[in-house]
């Protein structure tokens, strides 16, 4: 069992940055692929970023490519979303989730994951 928490989210400009994090529980997180969510009001919850157990291997969405940055801290058990150049559109409710890694590329798809937090929300002001 893994327990995630995030943290950093808030109201920021358009065109400013915010970096998101989540604190993982157990010794375990290391061998986890490790992937961020979004849920904007009216929308499903779409994919983000993932990453796999090393960091070695990432991905992004189209809509955040070139934008956002994904990466982990294993030694402090700490999955990062660096969001840069934000827009309106990336407003949402922001959600780290975890899943045992099963192979070198990290899985990305929403139902692969059976870890999640709580959410942090993220408001973009035009």
């Known amino acids: 069992q893994v327990q995630l928490v995030e943290s950093g989210g808030g109201l920021e400009q358009a065109g400013g940055s915010l970096r998101l994090s989540c604190v993982a529980s157990g010794r375990t997180f290391s061998t986890y692929d490790m992937g961020w969510f979004r849920q904007a009001p009216g929308k499903e919850r779409e994919t983000v970023a993932a990453i796999n157990w090393s960091g070695d291997y990432t991905y992004y969405a189209d809509s955040v490519t070139g934008r956002f940055t994904i990466s982990r801290d294993n030694a402090k058990l700490t999955l990062y979303l660096q969001m840069n150049n934000l827009k309106p559109e990336d407003t949402a409710v922001y959600y780290c989730?975890?899943?045992?890694?099963?192979?070198?590329?990290?899985?990305?798809?929403?139902?692969?994951?059976?870890?999640w937090g709580q959410g942090t929300q993220v408001t973009v002001s035009s």
């Open positions: 989730a975890a899943r045992p890694s099963v192979a070198a590329r990290p899985r990305t798809r929403e139902y692969e994951y059976m870890y």
